[in-house]
């Protein structure tokens, strides 16, 4: 295997957390085998992920830590559809120009564009995601700002009045949003109430809105109101949208960007 096709840390640390999510340990032989890396770099990964409160270091391994098990969680909502989300993501990366003040939302389609972004500089990078500042922290070209508030363990993100009251404090360039459900009806759906509460107040401040929804996400209603279609400027989504629906919302005056996992 040649040096371009080594996993760059951000990948690295993603794998290993899957990894530590379904075998609860792993050792440093093993994840330096699989990941084609020396073992000193996957010491020097395990020393960070333990840092971060992922994981604890043993004798040759490390082990997952209890308190992370909504990371080892998020962990495997990221493994799914992986291909998906990183199509989705890499359409949305395009559309960021040198200068950009960009909002990244919760989920596991916002840490795929935080990986996106890691390529380029001088932007403005706004998010209330532990995960995606996580891979955003420490980039010489690149400004990270992280939201306060409460942090919300399954979705690894920052949510509550002090999240809110953040929002109101800044202005941004593109917001990507992802939400649970889209509908013609009932517009811009959420799981939660606390998540959906920060995600009205980061619309409140972008200038545009990119819609990050793969296709299981549409004609589909969640628990909480987020938003009108109205608001949406663009929908990015992947090759397998009801075309029916896809046409309802171009009615509605919504840009639509179709991607392929293939690439």
């Known amino acids: 295997m040649n040096d371009n096709s080594r996993p760059l840390q951000p990948e690295r640390f993603l794998k290993i957390q899957e990894f530590l999510s379904t075998r609860h340990t792993v050792k440093v032989s093993e994840l ?82 935080a990986v996106k972004l890691c390529e380029m500089e001088h ?22 700002i992280l939201s306060g508030g409460i942090v919300h363990g399954p979705s690894r993100s920052m949510v509550g009045s002090p999240a809110e009251n953040f929002f109101d404090t800044v202005n941004a360039d593109i917001l990507f949003l992802s939400v649970k459900g889209v509908s013609i009806e009932k517009g811009l759906t959420d799981h939660t109430m606390v998540e959906a509460s920060v995600k009205q107040r980061m619309i409140n401040c972008a200038k545009r809105v990119i819609l990050i929804a793969d296709s299981s996400k549409l004609e589909q209603t969640a628990l909480s109101y987020v938003c009108d279609l109205s608001v949406v400027d663009n929908l990015i989504t992947d090759e397998h949208a009801n075309p029916a629906f896809l046409e309802a919302l171009r009615k509605r005056g919504i840009g639509i960007i179709q991607v392929s996992a293939k690439g």
């Open 123 to 144: 932007i403005t990078v706004i998010t209330s995601s532990l995960e995606a500042a996580q891979i955003l922290t420490g980039l010489p070209e690149l400004t990270l």
């Open 32 to 113: 330096s085998r699989e990941l084609n890396v020396s073992e000193n770099t996957i010491r020097r990964d395990l020393i960070a992920l333990e840092d971060a409160g992922i994981c604890f270091r043993t004798k040759g391994g490390a082990g997952l830590l209890q308190s992370s098990v909504s990371g080892a969680t998020f962990s495997r909502r990221l493994s799914q559809n992986r291909g998906v989300k990183s199509a989705l993501a890499r359409a949305s990366a395009a559309l960021v120009q040198s200068g950009d003040t960009v909002i990244i939302g919760s989920g596991t389609t916002a840490y795929e564009i």
